[in-house]
């Protein structure tokens, strides 16, 4: 079964950046989209970002577009989230999520989409 393993999170003064990691267990992504979604406390799971291991596009929220940046690996087994010039709103527990087939380009923000999940690592942009 796809697991993953989350990484890169942390505390950052507003305007820093933060790189996160999604590493696929064992398995390569080829056949799947993988999104990145956000919840900030008392608030509803956001879709961040979704990239197409199949070269589709990459698509952006509006509010992180022009700031955050989603890539793989060659081998296609992690996943990255570059987050730069970091806001307080942006403070969350950010989770990577995988799907088989098209995601990307569709409804890609609807969590509902994605059987599988990583645990989720911290974001805290403060001063």
């Known amino acids: 079964q796809l697991q993953f393993v989350e990484s890169g999170g942390g505390l950052v003064q507003p305007g820093g950046s933060l790189r996160l990691s999604c590493a696929a267990s064992?398995?390569?992504?080829?056949?799947?989209?993988v999104a990145w979604f956000r919840q900030a406390p008392a608030k509803e799971h956001e879709g961040v970002s979704c990239i197409s291991m199949r070269d589709v596009g990459t698509y952006y929220a509006d509010s992180v577009r022009g700031r955050f940046t989603s890539s793989r690996n060659i081998r296609k087994t992690t996943v990255y989230l570059q987050m730069n010039s970091l806001r307080p709103e942006d403070t969350a527990v950010y989770y990577c999520?995988?799907?088989?087939?098209?995601?990307?380009?569709?409804?890609?923000?609807?969590?509902?989409?994605?059987?599988?999940w990583g645990q989720g690592t911290q974001v805290t942009v403060s001063s």
């Open positions: 064992g398995v390569i992504l080829n056949n799947y989209d």
């Open positions: 999520a995988a799907a088989p087939g098209l995601v990307c380009g569709s409804d890609w923000g609807d969590r509902r989409q994605y059987p599988y």
